[in-house]
């Protein structure tokens, strides 16, 4: 069984046919229609209902991508700061008598031990497995990041062009998406509002949002719709923070190789760019949505009777 915005006497007549006729009072506006009879029926407002719920789904879903992707670019600039953990651990296990490692092994064993040259020995040896390990780690968190999914490794130089790219990518299509659910929730109110469904449109679409909170009063204005909005800002903020630290440390990449270091710092700086672009772009397209739902809330709460079971 599945829902419908279908009157119940009358489940097949399209919408340009229904609104000439006046609801019989006491006939509730939400019907279920059997799912044998779904193939048959014409099309009606639970096809719209259906695409500006899965159009809200896919600007969710791209917005979840990006965070992800964000997520990855930060911790890849956290790890190569001078002051990263798995640094400081490398820096402080140095020295087989420094604090740090009497804390992870132990005191060193007494020279007025009976044995101490086989107890100095075995301690040595775990010290070297010890700063292997750490020297490892840093390797594998400083120096390269794997990707989620993908099981590629890559190379913390290259990851500001390359996730770069991919924010690029993912902030365009989280962009497209939001002006395509702009689009559905006008041409889906336009139609319930023309087949006297509106307060029922409103409220089941309504539930299903994720980054934007529609009123649910007349006059409701929600104030944490702004700190939804803040999310949009977190891949240009992760970009923008590798990029500095790229800046930062430019002698390194000199030293290393000065032209590919060169090409890269210019692509990551276009990247940023753009990503300053998009950004701002889909920071409206979110408050256009936000205005679309507040103009269409007016006309749903005019008349406190509509949508009263």
């Not at 006491?26 to 229609?33: L, W």
């Not at 990247?271 to 103009?295: K, P, S, Y």
């Amino acid at each position: 069984m599945t829902y419908g915005l279908t009157p119940a006497r009358d489940r097949h007549q399209t919408c340009a046919t229904r609104g000439s006729k006046k609801r019989v009072a006491g006939t509730p506006s939400i019907q279920v229609i059997p799912d044998q009879d779904e193939k048959a029926a014409p099309l009606n407002l639970r096809d719209y209902l259906d695409a500006a719920v899965t159009a809200s789904n896919r600007a969710r879903n791209l917005i979840l991508i990006l965070v992800v992707s964000s997520v990855i670019i930060a911790i890849g600039t956290i790890d190569t700061l001078q002051h990263g953990w798995a640094a400081v651990r490398l820096k402080r296990s140095n020295t087989i008598d420094s604090d740090y490692v009497k804390e992870k092994l132990g005191p060193p064993p007494a020279k007025n031990k009976p044995s101490y040259p086989e107890y100095e020995k075995a301690y040595e040896e775990h010290y070297r497995q010890l700063y292997d390990a750490l020297a490892r780690a840093y390797v594998d968190t400083a120096l390269s990041v794997r990707a989620p999914l993908f099981g590629v490794t890559i190379d913390i130089n290259d990851l500001g062009a390359i996730g770069g790219f991919a924010l690029l990518i993912e902030l365009a299509m989280f962009g497209i998406a939001l002006r395509r659910e702009c689009e559905n929730l006008t041409i889906g109110f336009t139609r319930a509002a023309g087949c006297s469904a509106l307060p029922d449109f409103y409220d089941l679409l309504a539930m299903a949002q994720v980054l934007t909170i529609p009123a649910h009063y007349a006059g409701d204005r929600h104030r944490t719709r702004s700190v939804l909005k803040l999310i949009c800002f977190l891949p240009l903020i992760a970009l923008e923070a590798f990029v500095a630290h790229d800046i930062a440390t430019n002698d390194t990449g000199l030293f290393l190789d000065t032209l590919y270091n060169n090409i890269l710092l210019l692509v990551e700086l276009l990247w940023l760019f753009l990503v300053l672009g998009l950004t701002i772009w889909t920071r409206r397209e979110m408050h256009r949505a936000d205005n679309i739902w507040d103009q269409w809330a007016t006309i749903r709460f005019s008349d406190p009777r509509e949508g009263n079971c």
